[in-house]
């Protein structure tokens, strides 16, 4: 009866390194979560501009094109946080920020 803790240790281990072996990796999560956005949205992601795991999956900035206008730098685009759970499907998504192509941010100290 010794050894029974043991392999159950042994079997949590394995089940654990089993379980991140299964986890997709980031590029494959970050093409899901442009994928699934799309598919949500309706629009095209045009970029990333941040990417991290976090303790509950993932966290994604998301840039799409809303609208496309003459000239395209009069276009209209919208940064979208993404969150994805750890096997890198779609929980939730929301609008954090809208602006035309050729404007950048201004310029914060």
């Not at 072996?21 to 956005?37: H, I, S, W």
């Not at 993932?58 to 000239?71: F, G, K, N, Q, Y």
């Not at 730098?73 to 096997?87: H, I, K, W």
């Amino acid at each position: 009866m010794a050894n029974t803790p043991r392999k159950t240790t042994d079997q949590n281990q394995q089940n654990q390194e089993n379980e991140q072996n299964e986890l997709p990796g980031p590029m494959a999560v970050l093409r899901a979560a442009q994928t699934q956005l799309a598919e949500l949205t309706g629009m095209t992601a045009e970029s990333v501009s941040s990417f991290e795991r976090t303790e509950e999956g993932w966290l994604l900035e998301i840039e799409v094109l809303e609208l496309a206008r003459v000239p395209d730098t009069m276009s209209l685009l919208a940064s979208y946080e993404v969150r994805l759970d750890p096997q890198g499907e779609l929980t939730g998504y929301r609008r954090v920020r809208r602006y035309e192509r050729g404007r950048s941010d201004p310029h914060k100290k």
